[in-house]
């Protein structure tokens, strides 16, 4: 599967962004998808995920409330509004996939894209 993220950049402390996903994956709707993000110095990190059908999202507790995931397969997409964003947002962002359940565990998700950076500014 393979997976093209975009919609990265260089934004200042408040602002939004928003993130998308793109694949030509012809089964695009049976994989659960999200995104997990990886700041300078520090482990990849999982951010938010949505089931199959976006009937079920679920997100990490720093983002949690500014940050929104979505999915539109008609479109083989998905996408992350980000709003608020702070400095500590900082990081290189990243689309996944999974066949079953995404797990939060980045060693155990089946597939990656490329990743987008992110950089927030004070």
């Known amino acids: 599967v393979q997976l093209q993220a975009s919609g990265g950049g260089l934004v200042q402390a408040g602002v939004s962004l928003r993130l998308s996903c793109v694949t030509s994956?012809?089964?695009?709707?049976?994989?659960?998808m999200g995104w997990f993000r990886q700041a300078p110095g520090k482990a990849r990190e999982f951010v938010a995920s949505?089931?199959?059908?976006?009937?079920?999202?679920g997100y990490t507790d720093s983002v949690k409330g500014r940050f929104t995931i979505s999915r539109d397969n008609a479109k083989n997409a998905i996408y992350l509004q980000m709003n608020s964003l702070k400095p500590e947002d900082t990081a290189v962002y990243y689309c996944?996939?999974?066949?079953?359940?995404?797990?939060?565990?980045?060693?155990?998700?089946?597939?990656w894209g490329q990743g987008t950076l992110v950089t927030v500014s004070s």
């Open positions: 994956e012809q089964t695009f709707k049976t994989y659960e």
């Open positions: 996944v996939a999974n066949r079953r359940v995404l797990p939060r565990d980045n060693n155990l998700v089946d597939y």
């Open positions: 949505i089931t199959r059908n976006g009937g079920a999202v």
